[in-house]
């Protein structure tokens, strides 16, 4: 089995001071909000994993559907050298894309979990010996430095994790997708789409309760990281559809007045019976809305591919 490279591009405790400022911004404004990204320690990735196997969470289920049925077409019309995957996590789903593009192939996994790279990255390796395994520890919304691999590259970003990003924040992170594509360079991206309101609802607030305990896991991460005192149990979880903006939202709604101390902040905080916290926001897509977003970054959409069902999309998109 050949080495595998591992770049870190983050400082080790880059992560914690972006903790404490997500945290003191996020519970210091009026609506309280935290980014979604701090669900994802070891049990809120354990409970993400949980998750994807949910009969009412389609969402991975119509992704590995696309991709089984298109990873041909896609390596056929991308002739991709190197795949640069942002937020690649384990990689079982790029498994598809990956078994079909030919040796010599270059595999860039990008992800903030030393853990989750070395862990894929061995067992990729496993299976095929010749692929070339760069990986970096880095925040892929903060830009990029590329290992110096040849092209055509292709950079996947799946999930529909491009939801969790505010429309500002979609366009700034398109921005510099684009800036690291050359031409022949493409864009592999999967977004859920919009539909039935129930059928989103019910993928975000699961009869086992597994959503539930996912998203009530960012308070546990506070109270290990930085001291605080929440009591999961003094909020409830809740999901809803935002019409207006097309996105489905998180909450924790405190199920009475709440005063919470956050030592490491020397911050404390107050929260009222009924009040929410929003945790999470996650965009549900139209093709002509991913194009418009695509063109505004400077890329055009040149593929659109869906599950049987419509549920999910997959867009390739040319610089
Ligand atoms: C991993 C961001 C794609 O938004 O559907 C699952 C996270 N949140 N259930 C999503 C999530 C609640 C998921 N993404």
Same mark, same amino acid.
């Given at each position: 089995?050949? !080495?595998?490279?591992?770049?870190?591009?983050?400082?080790?405790?880059?992560?914690?001071?972006?903790? #404490?400022?997500?945290?003191?911004?996020?519970?210091?404004?009026?609506?309280?909000? /935290?980014?979604?990204? @701090?669900?994802?320690?070891?049990?809120?990735?354990?409970?993400?994993?949980?998750?994807?196997?949910?009969?009412?969470?389609?969402?991975?289920?119509?992704?590995?559907? *696309?991709? *089984?049925?298109?990873?041909?077409? +896609?390596?056929?019309? %991308?002739?991709? #050298?190197?795949?640069?995957?942002?937020?690649?996590?384990?990689?079982?789903?790029?498994?598809?894309?990956?078994?079909?593009? !030919?040796?010599?192939?270059?595999?860039?996994?990008?992800? =903030?979990?030393?853990?989750?790279?070395? &862990?894929?990255?061995? $067992?990729?390796?496993?299976?095929?010996?010749?692929?070339?395994?760069?990986?970096? +520890?880095?925040?892929?919304?903060?830009?990029?430095?590329? !290992?110096? %691999?040849? &092209?055509? #590259? /292709? =950079?996947?970003?799946?999930?529909?994790? +491009?939801?969790?990003?505010?429309?500002?924040?979609?366009?700034?992170?398109?921005?510099?997708?684009?800036?690291?594509?050359?031409?022949?360079?493409?864009?592999?991206?999967?977004?859920?789409?919009?539909?039935?309101?129930?059928?989103?609802?019910?993928?975000?607030?699961?009869?086992?309760?597994?959503?539930?305990?996912?998203?009530?896991?960012?308070?546990?991460?506070?109270?290990?990281?930085?001291?605080?005192?929440?009591?999961?149990?003094?909020?409830?979880?809740?999901?809803?559809?935002?019409?207006?903006?097309? @996105?489905?939202?998180?909450?924790?709604?405190?199920?009475?007045?709440?005063?919470?101390? +956050?030592?490491?902040?020397?911050?404390?905080?107050?929260?009222?019976?009924?009040?929410? =916290?929003?945790?999470?926001? $996650?965009?549900?897509?139209?093709?002509?809305? =991913?194009?418009?977003?695509?063109?505004?970054?400077?890329?055009?959409?040149?593929?659109? @591919?869906?599950?049987?069902?419509?549920?999910?999309?997959?867009?390739?998109?040319?610089?």
């Amino acid at each position: 089995m050949s !080495p595998f490279l591992l770049t870190r591009t983050l400082p080790e405790d880059a992560t914690d001071a972006a903790l #404490r400022a997500d945290v003191l911004q996020g519970l210091t404004r009026t609506p309280k909000v /935290l980014p979604p990204k @701090w669900f994802y320690d070891a049990r809120g990735s354990d409970l993400f994993e949980e998750i994807t196997r949910l009969p009412e969470y389609y969402p991975t289920r119509a992704e590995r559907e *696309i991709l *089984i049925a298109r990873s041909a077409e +896609i390596a056929e019309v %991308t002739g991709a #050298r190197t795949v640069i995957e942002l937020g690649s996590g384990s990689s079982v789903k790029t498994r598809h894309l990956l078994d079909e593009l !030919p040796d010599p192939l270059h595999y860039v996994p990008v992800d =903030v979990s030393e853990s989750a790279l070395s &862990g894929a990255a061995e $067992s990729l390796l496993a299976a095929r010996p010749e692929l070339r395994v760069h990986a970096l +520890i880095a925040d892929f919304t903060a830009g990029l430095a590329l !290992p110096g %691999t040849p &092209g055509p #590259r /292709l =950079v996947v970003f799946l999930g529909g994790t +491009i939801g969790n990003l505010l429309p500002a924040e979609r366009a700034a992170f398109l921005t510099s997708v684009r800036s690291l594509l050359e031409p022949g360079d493409a864009l592999l991206l999967g977004t859920d789409l919009v539909k039935d309101t129930s059928v989103l609802v019910r993928a975000y607030d699961d009869a086992a309760g597994v959503t539930a305990a996912f998203n009530k896991n960012v308070l546990s991460v506070m109270n290990r990281e930085l001291g605080a005192d929440f009591d999961p149990a003094d909020f409830a979880h809740v999901a809803l559809w935002n019409q207006e903006h097309e @996105w489905i939202e998180m909450r924790l709604r405190a199920r009475r007045d709440l005063t919470v101390k +956050i030592p490491e902040l020397d911050l404390v905080v107050h929260v009222d019976a009924g009040e929410e =916290v929003r945790t999470e926001v $996650s965009a549900k897509f139209r093709q002509e809305g =991913v194009r418009a977003e695509l063109s505004a970054a400077g890329m055009e959409l040149t593929h659109w @591919w869906t599950d049987s069902e419509g549920r999910f999309a997959l867009s390739l998109a040319t610089a």
